[in-house]
């Protein structure tokens, strides 16, 4: 059973460009988050999909974040017209959903965005 | 608020040392999880272990033993007999119901030779 991949792993672009990521979830795990972590913090939450819909998304998510399941599986992550403070680790994590209970997120290995 | 406090910015230890990271948390709700992740240089979050706040049985797994105090709003990481291979960030983080996770800033835990 593979685990959660990204793609990429480091992007590297300029102030204005847009950028997009990709996070592949473990097999039929219904749920997907994606967190953003800046250097010396925690992640720190910035939304999650159960199947194709968007059922949260923290204040954190300007207008020039969008984030999209389209067929509830692989997600993408796209950022309009970057900002040098944009620059962080992107991870996304999935769980499988449970009937009781809360699910455990497992990460993948985060794209490394610098915005120059 | 939900809010996860990890005081200890950075430890150093020689190997073979026991060691202790410290979390504190912060929820209003009766019914929370806590867990921890472990964060090698390749950055890749890897889950510990995940406790919900009606079991407050310590666990033990290998050398890995948590302590879970809800008087004190405290689930403390010991590892016994540290190895260079536990060099890592280490992350507290607490779930209410809602699938968030709230993480506090991490603990780098540095085991020399």
């Known amino acids: 059973d593979t685990g959660v991949s990204q793609d990429p792993r480091h992007k590297i672009t300029k102030r204005g460009q847009n950028v997009t990521f990709r996070c592949d979830p473990i097999?039929?795990?219904?749920?997907l988050y994606w967190y953003r972590q800046t250097l010396g913090q925690g992640p720190e939450f910035l939304t999650y999909?159960?199947?194709?819909?968007?059922?949260?998304k923290s204040r954190l998510l300007s207008d020039r974040f969008s984030a999209e399941r389209p067929k509830g599986s692989f997600s993408t992550l796209e950022i309009q017209h970057t900002e040098q403070g944009d620059s962080a680790m992107y991870l996304c994590?999935?769980?499988?959903?449970?009937?009781?209970?809360?699910?455990?997120?497992?990460f993948g290995p985060g794209t490394r965005l610098l915005v120059l | 608020a939900q809010k996860v406090t990890q005081a200890q910015t950075e430890i150093s230890v020689v190997e073979k040392e026991d060691v202790t990271l410290d979390c504190v948390y912060e929820?209003?709700?009766?019914?929370?999880?806590l867990f921890w992740y472990k964060q090698p240089p390749s950055g890749e979050l890897v889950f510990l272990i995940r406790?919900?706040?009606?079991?407050?049985q310590n666990e033990i797994s290998g050398r890995y033993s948590w302590n879970f105090q809800k008087s004190t709003s405290s689930f403390n990481f010991t590892i016994t007999a540290s190895q260079v291979v536990d060099s890592a960030v280490y992350f507290c983080?607490?779930?209410?119901?809602?699938?968030?996770?709230?993480f506090g800033a991490g603990t780098i835990l540095r085991v020399k030779s």
């Open positions: 994590a999935s769980s499988p959903l449970m009937t009781s209970g809360i699910e455990t997120q497992y």
């Open positions: 929820t209003r709700d009766t019914t929370y999880y």
């Open positions: 983080a607490l779930m209410e119901y809602g699938n968030k996770l709230v």
């Open positions: 406790r919900n706040s009606f079991d407050e």
């Open positions: 999909f159960q199947n194709e819909a968007q059922l949260e």
């Open positions: 097999s039929e795990h219904n749920r």
